[in-house]
């Protein structure tokens, strides 16, 4: 019979033999761990780990397995190297310390046998250590030989030939030094560290030579771009990454030192001649960058690229600019570095061709940057013209109103040239782009974002070469008018098209241009009176017809809707501008212009009917309300056309509230114009009782409001009455502040409490909120006095002591001060 244990005795043998069996899974990736770091680590097999006798007979014996995680065993070649390092540091100085201080102790016999036997047994143990597998003892005693071989060096010129000169035998030993580093590091080629020391001693004879002979700086750019050549060889043909990155670094060095050097005796000849020895190195110096951009990484064989199509450039234009004025040599540069995009075919490979095209665009850029100057003076220039209004053109040229008539033009005066060559060679890349790609093949592959920004950047080169070009020949004054506005046209007529056409960024970019184009012609302008009048003129009807041409009835872009606004805003300036002028030719006062100036929100708001539910509207339109702002700000220095003022834009605002989409706030805006020109209509003419004016309008107002909320229960209380309430109660308080009585403030206070009390009791909002303000404020004129006075008897502490505990009450009752707050806003919202 089978025998069946209980369920509870069962569950505790189930659980002996799972704990079990985690405790083998334990032991068994612990030694698993310790033979994965046995095989990985080198040198002698290491001491396994204490173990425990086997539980029985022909069972494998295990590690037993730790109950905490074994630290990380310490990595041999790790500590290896340490020591080593160590030790040959130990010897190099104690090398150094005996050739210093106990050479003097020994005769030359001596000197000679101690230096030799050193430096042959460190030079020959490393090859026996090399066969017996200890690379990282080799590598020690080698890097001690090379620094004994240098001591022999020192040894022998103090000895031997201590009356030749330093710079010169310092030359030859670095010479034979890099030859015998180089020679024993191929034979013993495992060694790391002698072949780039000898890249790096390879690098100081040509040097030292050249400055022992104090050569000029021709000769050390000779030295220095030979050394290159060196290192350009080395790091193309050597395979060890240790001498090719050396080399690397030393062909960066001299190459680059060396081209610095020529580049600057190019500059400086003073003929063709005296530039052609310089040119002959910096092409050298270009041969050699390409030739290392060959093996190169893609980087830095972009960089060589780079670097040797400036050299190029560089000895073409030394030459041909040698003895040419500054300003001049620009083009020329200019132009041999557009000719460098005809190495992009070369079998240069693609990094090389690309850093040529990086290097062309370089060039392109830095004569940009030389032209930059003369665009800035002739951009900042015109705001002169502020503070000489209508003073007259002056004769001697557009230079003198810029300001800038006693600046170098005659450097500057290639500046139009070199911007008009950039735009051309951009525009005709943007028009030819397909030809280009396919002619530039899959070395260059450019994306279409690359013709976006050459089209934009040829239409800025383009406007910045016109617009220089009028100071840079010096044309009067009308005649650089004249052109600034002929060009601001056509750029605006190139941001049009391109807009209708789609493409954005040349639009972009050309509307931009002939905003700064136009702001400057209109500062130009302001020098004659005629001229403002035509300029001012001429932009107001580019500008409406610009915006009009992008009103495309398929819908425009969103680029083009922003256009058309800033466009249709600017023809609203310039109408203000031709206002205030006629106001000025006329001989008015500011105040006396201030309603010409009406003239353009009375259009705009025509307009914006017109041009209902287009997005222009709105923007014209705010643009004639801050047109018309600017009338009353120019109206307040007499105050009788101030009302004057005032109420035409309350006529105004009434008349936009006619239309439905308008009425929410030109609505208000009308009242309250209106109310603000009968206060000030009433200050003008000095009434001191304002209330015999006030409520003959203030009562029939009252009436219609309450026939209005008879007919429509749900309108504002403000649409009904708060118009009529402010025209009374806002002059009264006004009066009543200034009256020294106490009728007026007394029969004001019973007139507003009345009024907050029916507002509170009608829920009426208007009445709740005029009323009670009103009162406040009256309340608070009549006790001022005493309160001043409570405030001076005081000491002074009270003040601040009062202050805290007033915070500290709010601050304990905060969210109760909240709710209520919350509750009083609620309160009224719900008013009508």
């Known amino acids: 019979m089978e025998h069946v244990l209980p369920p509870a005795e069962e569950l505790v043998i189930l659980d002996h033999e799972l704990a079990r069996l985690d405790l083998r899974r334990s032991q068994l990736l612990t030694r698993r761990t310790w033979l994965l770091s046995v095989l990985q680590a080198p040198g002698p097999m290491p001491a396994a780990p204490h173990t425990r006798p086997p539980a029985r007979a022909g069972a494998p014996a295990f590690p037993a397995p730790p109950f905490t995680a074994p630290s990380p065993p310490v990595r041999t070649r790790s500590a290896q190297n340490v020591l080593l390092t160590l030790g040959g540091l130990l010897l190099t100085i104690a090398a150094i310390a005996f050739t210093l201080v106990s050479w003097g102790q020994m005769g030359i016999g001596g000197r000679s046998a101690v230096l030799t036997a050193v430096t042959v047994a460190a030079l020959t143990a490393p090859a026996v250590l090399l066969r017996r597998g200890l690379s990282a003892t080799a590598e020690a005693l080698g890097a001690l030989a090379s620094v004994l071989m240098v001591l022999d060096a020192v040894a022998l010129y103090l000895v031997a030939v201590p009356d030749v000169g330093g710079l010169g035998y310092a030359a030859a030993a670095s010479a034979v030094l890099a030859v015998l580093w180089g020679a024993y590091g191929l034979l013993l080629d495992r060694l790391r560290l002698p072949l780039p020391l000898a890249v790096v001693s390879a690098q100081l004879p040509l040097l030292l030579w050249a400055w022992a002979a104090e050569a000029d700086a021709l000769v050390f750019s000779v030295a220095l771009l030979a050394t290159a050549a060196a290192d350009c060889a080395i790091a193309v043909w050597c395979k060890g990454v240790g001498v090719r990155a050396t080399a690397g670094a030393g062909l960066w060095v001299t190459g680059g030192t060396g081209l610095l050097l020529a580049l600057v005796k190019s500059l400086s000849a003073g003929g063709p001649a005296g530039a052609s020895a310089p040119a002959a190195l910096l092409l050298a110096g ?14 830095l064989a972009v960089a060589g690229g780079v670097v040797a199509g400036l ?11 040698a003895g040419m004025s500054g300003g001049w040599a620009v083009p020329v540069y200019l132009v041999s570095g557009g000719l460098l995009l005809l190495g992009v075919r070369a079998p240069l490979g693609r990094p090389a061709a690309q850093g040529l095209a990086w290097a062309a665009g370089a060039v392109a850029a830095a004569s940009v940057l030389f032209s930059a100057a003369p665009v800035a003076v002739v951009l900042v220039g015109p705001v002169s013209q502020l503070g000489r209004l209508w003073s007259g053109a002056p004769h001697e040229g ?19 040239v070199v911007l008009l060559m950039v735009a051309a060679a951009l525009g005709a890349v943007y028009r030819s782009w397909e030809a280009m ?11 279409p974002v690359w013709r976006a920004v050459a089209g934009a950047s040829a239409v800025v080169a383009g406007w910045a070469g016109l617009t220089v070009l009028p100071p840079a020949l010096n044309v009067s004054h009308t005649e650089a008018v004249s052109l600034q506005s002929v060009l601001v046209a056509g750029v605006l007529t190139l941001a049009v098209g391109a807009l209708r056409a789609g493409m954005t960024g040349v639009a972009v970019t050309a509307w931009a241009c002939a905003s700064v184009g136009a702001v400057g012609v209109a500062l130009l302008s302001l020098a004659s009176e005629p001229a403002t009048y035509a300029v001012f003129g001429a932009l107001l009807l580019m500008c409406a017809a610009a915006a009009a041409a992008l009103d495309a009835p398929g819908g425009p872009s969103r680029a083009a809707v922003t256009v058309q606004a800033v466009l249709a805003c600017a023809a609203v300036v310039c109408a203000a501008v031709l206002s205030a002028a006629f106001g000025a030719s006329m001989g008015l006062a500011v105040y006396e212009a201030a309603p010409v100036l009406l003239l353009v929100p009375a259009v705009t708001a025509g307009l914006g009917a017109r041009l209902k539910g287009r997005p222009v509207a709105l923007p014209l339109e705010l643009t004639g309300g801050a047109v018309g702002l600017a009338a009353v700000v120019a109206a307040l220095g007499d105050p009788p056309f101030l009302a004057l003022v005032l109420a035409l834009c309350g006529v105004l605002a009434a008349g936009t509230a006619l239309r439905p989409e308008r009425r929410a706030v030109a609505g ?132 601040p002591a009062l202050a805290g505990v007033l915070l500290l009450a709010v601050g304990a009752t905060y969210e109760k001060r909240l709710r209520d707050a919350r509750r009083l806003r609620n309160a009224l919202g719900r008013m009508r």
């Open 286 to 299: 270009a041969v050699i960058a390409l030739a290392g951009a060959r093996r190169a990484p893609v980087a």
């Open 668 to 799: 208000y805006l009308a009242t309250g114009l209106f109310v603000l020109a009968s206060w000030v209509r009433l200050s003008a003419s000095g009434v001191s009782s304002p209330e015999a004016y006030t409520l003959p309008v203030t009562v029939p107002a009252l009436v219609i409001g309450v026939l209005r909320r008879r007919r429509d229960p749900s309108a504002s209380s403000w649409t009904a009455y708060g118009a009529g309430l402010a025209v009374t109660l806002v002059p009264a308080l006004i009066a009543a502040w200034g009256d020294p009585h106490w009728l007026r403030p007394l029969s004001l206070g019973v007139a507003a409490l009345v009024i907050t009390l029916l507002g509170a009791r009608l829920r009426l909002q208007a009445l709740l909120v005029l009323g009670g303000a009103v009162l406040a404020l009256d309340a608070l004129h009549e006790l001022a006095p005493y309160v001043v006075q409570v405030v001076g008897a005081m000491p002074r502490w009270v003040a």
């Open 437 to 447: 790609a396919r002619w530039a093949g899959p070395a260059l592959s450019p994306g």
């Open 311 to 321: 050299a190029a450039v560089a000895a073409v234009g030394g030459v041909l600019t």
């Open 398 to 416: 557009v230079r003198s109103s810029l300001g800038a008539a006693g600046l170098p033009w005659q450097e500057m005066a290639a500046a139009p």
